[in-house]
């Protein structure tokens, strides 16, 4: 049915409890049921009745609450049109700096013409879970099997692990052929759901599996992958990677988890425990490192008996299945075993890259959209008789921002452009340093955005709900990426001591 039209002398007619109308941006409301039903009162409503409202909604109310209570629209102002626009499922930012330049109407030495309709298509698919996903990470509850079929469905869990055989044959989302997905059409994947905003959901129903599906895709038997890998990418089971452990974080070598064989030589007994295990507590499947006799293994361990996982509280959602984990007595078949026995070291290590560009990706979108919000916020907030604009100390840490931003989105570009024209045998000898470097920027990059965007949006920055909702989930959550896949420190000095293999030793000032 269409909305009738009204003059603002219509509106004002309608100014008293009972029968209270107001404007937002062109649009008439009825509030006189609402009234009773406003969180904050009814105080804000009664002292606009009759009146526009546009500013101070604006200055109180994230663009969603709209949405939400549209059955509350009636009509709209006659002879006047909407000045502020409403995000539609799909639609590429105009904020400045809210999409890397690519997407600004700047020229791309690597992106053609399948990554632009790549990102519409994944975007809108994204677009279509992220209200469920956001409700997974507030009540801090496990993502539900049907949640991730949906995700098994589009292919968007299999291609979170990037590039490879896995994804021959498959028709990706805006027809891509699953032959021709690179690495620059898996940074949009990471980016795409790095936009939920839920980075405790994310990584429970989607990091866990990024860094330790690899482990058997690259280390299993044949009979192994056949077994676990479709049911992980459909979504139908889940898996997890167990390494740290309590007595052991970087340093890996010091794990004390151990795999004894039976006397028969058929299984493993392993017996110990793991901290900190992304998923942990929804995984079917964990990839654990173990002490063998002579070195470290790793094991492809089902849950079954003698294996228990208890959730650790952390400073993002639940819905993340951080595990607590203890093995006693787990029985594992040794054809479980990844990689070769006393050598899982090299199983460890292998996907590191990965992981780390992994983060990168999802890391300079989170600042991204921190820095879109701060656009904005500083655009509609007045304060002292100005909007936050206005004062050049607010455009001095926009500017940083977003200086800082660009510089680390620029350097992984070029790292996924060494990637997607690298062997793996080249990237591990090459990239592994360039990469830990770029992880330990942006990792910093991040303390210094969420730094700013709180003083920016003050008291909202340390409310979970809201106008500053995207900002407190950055500064409670970013510490995570400083920390998983490796510490800044250890990044820092990973990225220094690669240098030092290849410094020509007559080089002297």
Known sequence: M?????????????????????????????????????????????????????????????????????????????NEEPQIDFYQSGDISKVPYAESSAWMGFKS?????????????????????????????????KPTDEFMKKLGDNHLLAMNIGPGPMLNGLILPSGLKGEDFDYFHEI???EETARWKCRGFDDGSIAGMVISAPTVMNFGSAELKQKIIPDVIAGRKRICLAITEAFAGSDVARIKTTAVKTADGKHYVVNGTKKWITGGCWADYFSVAVQTDKGMSMLLIERSEGLETKLIKTSYSPSAGTAYITFENVMVPVENLLGKENKGFLVVLSNFNHERFVMISQSTMACRLVIEECFKWANQR????????????????????????????????????QMNNMSYDEQSEKLAGPIALCKYQVTRMMHDVSDDACQIFGGRAITKTGMGRTIETMQRTYKFSAILGGAEEIMADLGVRQAMKYFPRGARL
């Open 2 to 78: 269409s909305l009738k039209t009204y003059t603002r002398e219509e509106v004002k007619r309608h100014s008293v409890e009972g029968d209270l109308w107001i404007i937002i941006d062109a649009s008439v409301y009825d509030m006189s049921r609402f009234v009773d039903m406003h969180p904050g009162g009814a105080y804000p409503i009664l002292e606009f009745a009759g009146k526009d409202a546009t500013e101070d909604f604006y200055g109180l109310h994230r663009q969603e609450v709209l949405v939400k209570y549209a059955r509350f629209k009636i009509g709209t102002i006659a």
């Open 109 to 141: 030495p690597y992106l053609n013409e399948s990554h632009f309709k790549f990102r519409i298509a994944i975007r809108k698919i994204c677009d279509s879970l992220a209200d469920e996903a956001r409700e997974f990470e507030d009540a801090g509850v």
């Open 188 to 190: 949009i994947v990471h």
């Open 382 to 417: 007045k304060v002292f008789g100005k909007r936050l604009i206005d004062q050049p100390v607010i455009r001095n840490k926009l500017a940083k921002m977003i200086a800082s931003l660009e510089s680390v989105h620029s350097w992984m570009e070029n790292i996924a452009y």
